[in-house]
């Protein structure tokens, strides 16, 4: 079946460092990969997303590219802030037919950034 | 944006009583809505899948008496956790689901999560 696998936190930087948290999938056919972010005591928000192989998603500073040789989509943020400090969850889901597919998730890594 | 309303926020109740928590889609059709539940620092657990109409799919595990889901409209889906124990006490998440296709013919699904509920048992 599908899975996802993320680098396991926590994770703790200063303000202004560079982030990169690594996201590995496995998956039959051509998957759509997110990254969601959840800050404490809230749901979740789509941080970002990429459809295809070569996409790069973007948001907020945050990128990810889809990565279909190397079954990857790391996020990576070239300066981080105290507001970044949340949990991140990397995600697949199918893309053939079909709104039933389900999102698979990593177990996420934990972001604290310290000013 | 697509927006997706969960209510309560959060809910304590006494053990032995039930627990009706709601998901809205605003401003758009749902065709699927998905339960999940996460304990603390831990990832989300798919519970179930609804759509609109018909009987929920339960993942392994998930007791179905206990987390009864109803689908009734494209725009709202209830999870229900009947007869509530401190072990049921975590954070439940909805997330509604819209089928989007894409010019070279994959489909995408467009995701939107509520805010969750945190359920407190004593």
């Known amino acids: 079946g599908d899975s996802v696998t993320q680098m396991e936190g926590p994770v703790t930087l200063s303000e202004e460092a560079f982030l990169t948290i690594n996201c590995t999938y496995t998956a039959t056919g051509y998957p759509s990969l997110f990254w969601y972010v959840q800050y404490p005591g809230e749901g979740l928000q789509l941080l970002l997303k990429?459809?295809?192989?070569?996409d790069k998603g973007s948001n907020k500073g945050f990128e990810a590219t889809y990565r279909k040789e190397t079954t990857s989509f790391h996020l990576e943020k070239g300066s981080v802030q105290v507001s970044d400090s949340a949990v991140y969850f990397c995600a697949l889901s199918p893309n053939s037919g079909g709104s039933n597919y389900k999102l698979t998730f990593g177990k996420g890594t934990l972001l604290t950034v310290n000013p | 944006g697509a927006v997706v309303s969960q209510h309560p926020s959060w809910v304590i109740c006494k053990s032995g009583t039930s627990v009706k928590i709601e998901c809205r889609s605003l401003?758009?059709?749902?065709?699927?809505m998905f339960w999940y539940r996460q304990f603390p620092k831990q990832s989300l657990m798919l519970m179930a899948t609804?759509?609109?109409?018909?009987?929920?799919?339960?993942e392994q595990g998930v007791e179905k008496d206990k987390f009864l889901i109803n689908h009734a409209s494209l725009t709202l889906s209830t999870l229900t956790v009947t007869s509530a124990h401190p072990e049921d006490s975590s954070f439940y998440i909805c997330s509604a689901s819209r089928h989007q296709f894409l010019p070279w013919g994959h489909a995408r699904n467009g995701y939107t999560f509520g805010s969750g509920t945190r359920l407190t048992v004593v």
């Open positions: 609804s759509n609109e109409g018909s009987k929920a799919t339960y």
């Open positions: 990429a459809t295809k192989a070569d």
């Open positions: 401003d758009f059709q749902a065709t699927t």
